[in-house]
Structure formats: structure tokens, C-alpha cells
């Protein structure tokens, strides 16, 4: 099983003491629907993120999981329905999206550093420009997060001169630089060895730990497991299932979404 | 597991040491041997080729190096030259460019002004420095802003200094306005009033204010006129002015065709095809004959002027093309993760796009450079006196009727030399910005 070499949950307890799921709404999505084109890629999705919720979105490739996340800050246009994110609704407004951009971290799959700054620049730069904030101050922060993700040594080397796992450790890192109140995370581990995933996945896990608000589109079910408090199954753009991830792996309710499992768990 | 035979079994117990790659066999022969000498074929080849080079340089050598200096026209040199050598022997007449060095740089520019334009020079070089090398001291930027106003002045001359400061003035005008305005105007109404106020400034006040500053302190120096430039001067003005201008009007075009925004989008395609598909020769005859026609009866608009707007637009519809390239090379992560950020769009052309779209169109740029400077040649169709222009204008006195390659191999030179400079130095550049594997 895959999952077993990488699971970093069954190294470290979790502490749960501060996973704590608030009443109030982070992201509300209602009604929402895309197409590329005349290809239906998201079918009337609805969901209710609160403050503090750990959630995994999962589904076969082409199931429109990552073009969800990427709808909630904007990167990809919906065409029907609303997306709420902390109390803003998104709008084809150029400030609007913009402050939505900064208050929602997002981490890719590619890492999306910025080959020609350092490290500590590529963590400074948005808050510095985005935020006003007095390089100085920006520098320090940066370090701050460098050091919580256990590089601060890489901190004037660029990012071409990195490892993979070590790139993805900055781009969060450069994500929280900008103290959001949500995190999107979409595959952060499908384009890393399996030595790597686990320094990405515990920085991920230590960032659950103090209560960030964080949707995650991964495959790593056994994240899914000890961190998620909610499972979502998604497949031809649509919600097909979800539940807590007990039940969801358990006891999966849809035909579909066992024969999901059963493949990906399944030897 | 025991399957597994004992002599497959195996345990790494040390990791071995790096070592150093191995040693190229070295040495002058074996270079000889696999290069030139490899096969029969390529020993016969060598040889041809050396009795090539050897022919070429017994009949160029001479003719360079005993070359005459010192004459004061070709037939003052071909006496110079039987007196001195064999009747009628192959030398040079370099006599040409010590008689006339003055007109080939600077054209029929006054002889007593000739500070001018060597000032001006050194000007640019003291302000192109801080841009080309991180080494200069960054307070040289200082010059780098005044020096279009300064050297405009000094080549040009005309009324007092007090002209052209009051026009750069105008350019503060706009971080006044963003500066201290936004609680005045709001956002939107400081983008328009910081393109206004500098033109209502420019229009009604740099004029009155030029004025009262030039009869407190009058720095004054007399007009030249542009038909007078000429030589390497105006090749110089024509590609310097039109290298500086084309690049950002290049990169604005090349970020307009990437541009969702409808307008902006189809306007830029139409310039670039527009400009680029038509030969620069017909863009300055319409420059110097068409232009004339649209313009008011009386209006007096500088050729030179109109030259290098020509040569401006013409580079930087080439310039557009070779940006967009550098852009369409970047992977689309780069700007997701820049909007991803926060930041707006010109921060993220300005921090993360360009300076990565830049730097892989480093080659393309300067190639687009060294085409324009090489370009500004062909303004003596057009009647101004450039280097080639002049040596036409040589050639047509008594003294020197009949002399060719002596100027033309200088004019070469010269120009090699400065686009020679300019490849080495994107060379340079291209190591300078590299980021991997250091």
C-alpha cells in the first residue's frame, strides 16, 4: 500500500487540541457551475466551508476537483451561481478578486515559485507589495515561516537550487507570508518522490494542528484519514459524496465512490 | 527470502568519495591531430585553407599597414605613395580619414561646437552606466533621468537651460499628483488628473516659467539645426533615441496582444502587423515626403525628429514580436502563482512576468537593437547626412574622387565595433541573471 510509506500520521500523534471547527462560514459556494467551452466541468456544486475545517476533496482525474479550488480564488471564471469567501462575495471586479487573492493561500501542484527571486524574496514579495508591509518587518515574517517549515538555511538561495519537497516547504511558507485565513491546496504532493512527500505532508499536518481553515485536493488518503474532518468525492464535476472520514472510508455509501476506493486502497 | 543467492546479496557500507572527473588527455598535438589532421581528406583541407589565409593576409597586410596618413587628396597620396614605394604599389589611402574624421563623426555640425555633441556623449555614457552594471553607484540613475533633457539641449542648443529642466519637470508632476492626491481626487480621478496636470503644465506654465528663470540666469547657447548633423553623430542620435524608446514601446505593444481587453488587444495586433509588414525604406520616405501632405501648410516638423519616430515604431513593432515570445515561454504557473498572491496586474508584469520574459528574450531584444542601428543607414536615402551619406558627400569633392574602400572599411568597423559591443554585453547579461546551478 502506498499510503503506508508516506503517511506521516502514524509516526506523530496529532494534536487535536486546537482543530476546532467554528459556526463561522469561510467559503459558501451556491449553486455554482462551469463550462470550458460547452463541457459541463462543475455541476452545480454547493458547500459550506467553516472556520477551521479540514477538508479533502478527492475523485478520479478530470473529475473537476482541482478546477473547484481554483474557481474559490478566482483563478478559473465561474459562469452561474455564488462564491462567498469570508463574507465577500466574488465578483468580476478586479479589487475585489485581488482581496480575495490575498486572504486565500493557495499551493500547486508545480510549486509556481519564482525561478529568478531567492527564496526569502519570492516569501516578501506580495507582502511587501500586496500588503504595504516595510520590507524589514517582511524579511523577518518570511524567516518566521521559513523557519516553521524547517528550511531557513535555503533562505538566499533560489529556487532552482532546490529539491522538489524543499520548493513545495516555500511555496507554503510564501502562502502564509500573507497570513490567510484559508489555505487551498491543490495536489501539493502528486508531483514529488515519496521521500518528499512526507516533509510536505507534515508541514501540512502542523498547519492543520493550529487550526487553519484548508481545503486539500490530494490523493493522499491516509492525510485524508488522521487530518480531514470531511471527505468530499467528486466525479464528473459533481459532489457524489461526503462525509467524515471515518464513515467515507469505511462505510462509502455510492457505487461510485466505492469503486473509487477499492482501486486506490484497494492493493 | 532466501531465494535470493549469497554472491547477489550485497551491502553498500561506505558511500564513496566524490572524485574528480577524468583527466582530458591534454596537449597541442593531440588538438592538432583530432582536428586537423583526422583523415587524408581533412590534412588536404588543412592545407588549402592555410594557403588561403596565408594569400589573403600577404595581399591585405601590406596594403593596411604601409597605408599613407599623411596626404592631403588621393593624388597628393599617389605621389606620396611612388615616391615611397614601387610605382603604383597596393597601399591604402588613409589620408581620407585624417582629412575628414570630422565630418565622418560629426557632419557639417560647427566645427567650434564640436564640445557639444562630445559632451552630450560623455553624458549618455555617465548615464547608461548605472543601467548596464550593477558595479556603477546606484545615485548615477540621477543622470540617467536628466540626461535626455541635458543632451537634447547640448546638441541641439537653443534659449537657455531653463527650456528644457522646466519640460522635465513636468515628468514629477505625476508622483506629485499620486503622492499627495489621493485623498483629494480618489483613485480613478488621480490617474486622470496625473495625466492632466502635467499637460496643462507643460502647455501653459514650463513656457512663462523657462522664460523667467532664463532672464534671471541666462545659460544660453546658440540653436544648431538639424540639418547640419551628420556622420556617426546623427547614427548615434538616431540609434540611441530609437533603442531607448522602442523597448518599453515594444513591450507595451507585445503586453497589448496578450491583452483581454478588446481595443487595446486588436489595436496592438494592427500596429505590429501593420508597421512590421511594410519595409522600413517606404515607412521614411513616408516620413520625410507622405507626412508633409496631412501636416497644416506651415508647420516645420523636424525630419530628424520624424526619422526617429519612424525608426522607433518600426523597432518596436520587431520588439513586440520578439517580447511576446519571452512571455509565451513562460509556464502558466508563473502567473498563477502571482495572481494566486494578491497582486494586480501591473505588479505581477512588473515583479514576476517581465523580468523573467525579459531575460529570455535577451538575444532576440538585442538582435532587434543591432538591426536598428544598423538600419539608421538607410536614412541617406532620404537625404540626411549619415556615415554612409557622407562618404558619398567625400566622394563627390575633387580631392577625393575616387577613393571606396579606405571609408567604407572604416565605416564598417565602426560599426562592428558597437554592435560587437552589444552582443558581448547581452552575453554578459545573459550569465549575469543566470539562477540555476550556481
Known amino acids: ?267 | 527470502m532466501t531465494s535470493i543467492s549469497a554472491s547477489h546479496a550485497f551491502v553498500r557500507t561506505e558511500i564513496l568519495p566524490e572524485q574528480a572527473p577524468p583527466m582530458a588527455q591534454a596537449g597541442v598535438l593531440k588538438w592538432l591531430r583530432e582536428n586537423l589532421f583526422s583523415s587524408w581528406f581533412n590534412a588536404i583541407l588543412t592545407f588549402i585553407s592555410l594557403y588561403v589565409i596565408y594569400w589573403i593576409l600577404s595581399h591585405v597586410t601590406g596594403w593596411v599597414f604601409f597605408g599613407i596618413w599623411d596626404a592631403g587628396s588621393l593624388n597628393e597620396c599617389r605621389e606620396f605613395r611612388d615616391a615611397r614605394y614601387d610605382e603604383g604599389a597596393r597601399v591604402a589611402c588613409w589620408s581620407v580619414l585624417t582629412d575628414r574624421w570630422h565630418q565622418l563623426m560629426f557632419g557639417f555640425y560647427p566645427p567650434e561646437h564640436y564640445w557639444r555633441p562630445i559632451l552630450a556623449f560623455a553624458v549618455f555614457g555617465g548615464a547608461i552606466a548605472p543601467v548596464l552594471f550593477d558595479a556603477v553607484p546606484r545615485r548615477m540613475l540621477y543622470v540617467t533621468a536628466a540626461a535626455p533633457f541635458l543632451c537634447y539641449w547640448l546638441l541641439w542648443g537653443g534659449g537657455t537651460i531653463w527650456g528644457p529642466v522646466a519640460v522635465a519637470a513636468g515628468f514629477a508632476l505625476p508622483f506629485l499628483v499620486a503622492r499627495f492626491g489621493e485623498g483629494v481626487f480618489g483613485s480613478l480621478g488621480v490617474t486622470v488628473m496625473a495625466i492632466i496636470v502635467p499637460i496643462l503644465y507643460w502647455l501653459f506654465l514650463a513656457g512663462p516659467m523657462a522664460g523667467a528663470l532664463g532672464a534671471v540666469l541666462p545659460i544660453r547657447i546658440t540653436s544648431i539645426e538639424s540639418n547640419d548633423f551628420g556622420g556617426f553623430m546623427l547614427a548615434f542620435i538616431i540609434g540611441i533615441t530609437g533603442i531607448f524608446l522602442s523597448l518599453p514601446l515594444g513591450i507595451l505593444l507585445a503586453l497589448g496582444r496578450q491583452s483581454d481587453l478588446f481595443i487595446i488587444n486588436k489595436f496592438s495586433i494592427l500596429f505590429i502587423e501593420v508597421i512590421r509588414g511594410v519595409p522600413l525604406i517606404v515607412w521614411l520616405f513616408t516620413a520625410s515626403i507622405l507626412l508633409n501632405y496631412f501636416l497644416p501648410p506651415g508647420t516645420n516638423f523636424d525630419l530628424m525628429l520624424r526619422v526617429i519616430i519612424m525608426v522607433t515604431l518600426f523597432a518596436a513593432a520587431y520588439m513586440a514580436e520578439v517580447v511576446r515570445g519571452g512571455l509565451a515561454a513562460l509556464p502558466r504557473g508563473q502567473y498563477e502563482g502571482a495572481d494566486s498572491l494578491g497582486l494586480d496586474y501591473w505588479q505581477s508584469m512588473r515583479l514576476i512576468i517581465l523580468p523573467q520574459a525579459l531575460k529570455i528574450s535577451i538575444p532576440g531584444i538585442v538582435n532587434t537593437f543591432i538591426a536598428l542601428f544598423k538600419d539608421t543607414t538607410l536614412v541617406v536615402f532620404i537625404g540626411l547626412f549619415d556615415p554612409i551619406g557622407l562618404s558619398n558627400a567625400i566622394r563627390a569633392t575633387t580631392d577625393w574622387n575616387g577613393i571606396y574602400w579606405e571609408l567604407f572599411i572604416f565605416i564598417g568597423l565602426c560599426f562592428f565595433v558597437c554592435c560587437f559591443s552589444m552582443s558581448k554585453y547581452s552575453q554578459y547579461l545573459e550569465r549575469k541573471l543566470r539562477r540555476d546551478h550556481r
Open chain 1, 1 to 267: 500500500m502506498a499510503e503506508a510509506t508516506t503517511n506521516p500520521a502514524e509516526e506523530r500523534t496529532i494534536d487535536r487540541s486546537q482543530m476546532t471547527v467554528s459556526d463561522e462560514v469561510a467559503i459558501a459556494i451556491r449553486g455554482m457551475n462551469k463550462w470550458y467551452g460547452t463541457f459541463h466541468v462543475l455541476r452545480d456544486i454547493n458547500l459550506t466551508v467553516n472556520r477551521g475545517e479540514r477538508i479533502v476533496v478527492c475523485g478520479p482525474s478530470g473529475s473537476g476537483k482541482s478546477t473547484l479550488i481554483r474557481c474559490i480564488n478566482a483563478l478559473e471564471e465561474h459562469q452561474q451561481g455564488s462564491i462567498t469567501v469570508d463574507g465577500t462575495l466574488l465578483s468580476n471586479d478586479l479589487k475585489n478578486i485581488d482581496k480575495i487573492r490575498s486572504e486565500v493561500g493557495m499551493v500547486f501542484q508545480h510549486f509556481n515559485l519564482f525561478p529568478h527571486l531567492s527564496i526569502l524574496e519570492n516569501c516578501t514579495l506580495a507582502p511587501i507589495w500586496v500588503r504595504k508591509i516595510p520590507r524589514k518587518e517582511a524579511e523577518e515574517t518570511a524567516m518566521y515561516f521559513l523557519e516553521k517549515v524547517k528550511i531557513p538555511e535555503q533562505a538566499l538561495k533560489y529556487p532552482g537550487q532546490l529539491s522538489g519537497g524543499q520548493q513545495q516547504r516555500v511555496a507554503i511558507a510564501r502562502s502564509l507570508c500573507m497570513r490567510p485565513r484559508i489555505m487551498l491546496f491543490d495536489e501539493p504532493t502528486s508531483a514529488l518522490d515519496p521521500e518528499m512527500i512526507k516533509e510536505v505532508l507534515d508541514t501540512m499536518i502542523q498547519l492543520a494542528e493550529e487550526g487553519m481553515t484548508m481545503i486539500c485536493v490530494t490523493h493522499e488518503m491516509g492525510f485524508a484519514r488522521q487530518v480531514a474532518n470531511r471527505v468530499i468525492f467528486m466525479d464528473q464535476g459533481q459532489v457524489v459524496e461526503q462525509n467524515e472520514p471515518e464513515a467515507f472510508f469505511n462505510a462509502p455509501r455510492s457505487d461510485r465512490t466505492k469503486l473509487f476506493l477499492s482501486q486506490i486502497l484497494g492493493h
